[in-house]
């Protein structure tokens, strides 16, 4: 496949950097695998101090933001997003005095940070769920704080059936979980680990909020909430008319930690295009870690699996249903372990580590790396045109995509994307009939012939 992407713009507008309260709309969200990022103690987990000991590179890429996975503590039947304790840190990434460590070190760079949160369920180790198993309710009525319900009946071996027959979203059948010690059954629409929480019940609601408030004294700028979709409601291309082509913006076609990695998806030659894409188009950017690099799946064996989602699916379906394979360690250089972690990584890195790697992607020598390319694109991502600017997508037969950004005053720019196999020559004054005869390129993919100003 022969992708010739280009981004051309009439001028390059100086970065504005203005600080308001709708940073999110128009910053670069780095999404931060924090198990997989660094590891500084040699357990081969990533820790908070391994994100510390990277700040000057998330800063060189000119992020506004890192919002980290689930660090809180947790039994890791879902990696975190199962929650044995909302207001700490798990003591495989470090201690509350390093996680205050990160928000100073990053707030020096101007860097947000932004915690995941899971609004819906609770670990079963969590405090609260086992106070509630025991309808324990000396401090506070915890019996309520889950949804408890009693059996619709008895098979014939006097077996409790479930109330309904509600499925949890796993796939692992039956959404109710019975409770030898309560004797009721708790409702779970994940992992049978994983307990729903009663939100009709206000004090529940009244306990999540101080946990959010908490996090906010803590430095905090914002939450990401157990679903990703959020973040991209405002992606969709203004309202000009475009074409019937499907919506290139899709945000589930993106990266992150649920989904392969792209270049494994697509092909390498996809990395700068859809960067290019994504950067271009209006409303809130999320990066998930390592996707600067275009760096691809980890190879990872059955027996080296580590989430249940694909272990309980077996060995048939595990590649389908794991998501080990994104959740891959960052290859820092070429190096054992790509410079990751001194002991035994959690999961193996991708095989492609030697070459694909940031010390590399990052060298002079290596101009039009994804990593430059990208970087110059969260730069481009700060002028008024990106963060303003009306937006019109048009397409072409051959295969073209043009992402056309207009501001008054202001540079316009034209994002050209070849989604074709074949090289292509077009007229961009039929898409956009008062372009000037000369344009600079702003940014152009590394497989593009022709160099930038
Ligand atoms: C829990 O998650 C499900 C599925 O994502 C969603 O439909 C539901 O609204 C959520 N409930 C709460 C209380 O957040
Ligand atoms: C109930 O909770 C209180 C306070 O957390 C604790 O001291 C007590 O031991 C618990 N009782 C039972 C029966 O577990």
Same mark, same amino acid.
Request: cysteine-free.
């Given at each position: 496949m022969a992708l010739l992407p280009l981004l051309i713009s009439c001028l390059l507008a100086s970065a504005q950097t203005a600080d308001n309260f709708y940073w999110y709309k128009d910053s670069v969200v780095y999404q931060l695998y924090v198990r997989s990022f660094q590891d500084t103690?040699?357990?081969g987990i990533g820790d908070l101090k391994g994100v510390i000991q990277h700040a000057d590179y998330l800063k060189s890429l000119g992020i506004g933001a890192v919002?980290?996975?689930?660090?809180?503590?947790?039994?890791?039947?879902?990696?975190?997003?199962?929650?044995?304790?909302?207001?700490?840190?798990?003591p495989e990434y470090g201690t509350l005095e390093d996680f205050n460590e990160l928000v100073k070190e990053m707030k020096a760079r101007g860097i947000r940070v932004i915690m995941d949160f899971v609004p819906n369920h609770t670990s079963i180790k969590h405090g609260w769920f086992l106070a509630s198993e025991a309808r324990n309710d000396t401090d506070?009525? @915890?019996?309520?704080?889950?949804?408890?319900?009693? #059996? =619709?009946?008895y098979d014939g071996n006097n077996k409790p059936l479930p109330p309904n027959n509600w499925l949890s979203v796993m796939g692992t059948g039956s959404a109710w979980q019975w409770s030898e010690k309560r004797k009721q059954f708790y409702l779970h629409s994940f992992l049978v680990e994983q307990a729903d929480l009663n939100y009709d019940n206000p004090i529940v609601r009244k306990k999540m909020n101080n946990?959010?408030?908490l996090w906010m004294n803590r430095g905090v700028s914002g939450f990401r909430m157990d679903a990703v979709s959020w973040i991209y409601d405002d992606l969709a291309c203004?309202?000009?008319?475009?074409?019937?082509?499907?919506?290139?913006?899709?945000?589930?076609? @993106?990266?992150?930690?649920?989904?392969?990695?792209? #270049? =494994?998806?697509?092909?390498?030659?996809?990395?700068?295009?859809?960067?290019?894409?994504v950067m271009t188009l209006p409303g809130t950017v999320l990066t998930y870690n390592g996707d600067e690099i275009g760096l691809e799946d980890a190879y990872v064996r059955y027996d080296e699996g580590k989430d249940l989602q694909g272990l309980r699916a077996g060995p048939s379906r595990f590649a389908a249903m794991s998501r080990d394979f994104e959740r891959g360690p960052m290859p820092w250089k070429a190096a054992k372990n790509g410079g990751f972690s001194t002991g035994r990584p959690w999961l193996p890195l991708a095989p492609s580590l030697w070459s694909r790697n940031v010390e590399n992607e990052a060298s002079e020598e290596n101009k039009r790396s994804h990593l430059h390319v990208y970087k110059k694109l969260v730069q481009l991502?700060?002028?008024?045109?990106m963060t303003e600017g009306s937006c019109l997508v048009q397409t072409s037969d051959e295969g073209l995509l043009i992402i056309t950004r207009v501001l008054r005053d202001n540079p316009t720019t034209l994002t050209v994307l070849n989604l074709g196999d074949f090289e292509i020559t077009a007229d961009l004054t039929t898409f956009?009939?008062?372009?000037?005869?000369?344009?600079?390129?702003?940014v152009s993919s590394y497989n593009f012939p022709a160099t930038e100003k």
């Open positions: 103690n040699g357990d919002w980290l996975s689930p660090i809180y503590p947790s039994p890791n039947y879902d990696y975190g997003y199962d929650i044995a304790d909302m207001e700490n840190v798990n506070e009525a @915890y019996s309520e704080f889950y949804i408890w319900k009693d #059996p =619709s009946g946990v959010l408030k203004g309202n000009e008319p475009t074409s019937d082509h499907p919506n290139p913006n899709n945000p589930n076609d @993106y990266g992150n930690h649920d989904q392969h990695r792209f #270049p =494994s998806r697509f092909s390498d030659e996809w990395v700068d295009v859809l960067h290019m894409m991502r700060k002028t008024k045109t956009r009939r008062s372009l000037p005869s000369s344009l600079g390129i702003v």
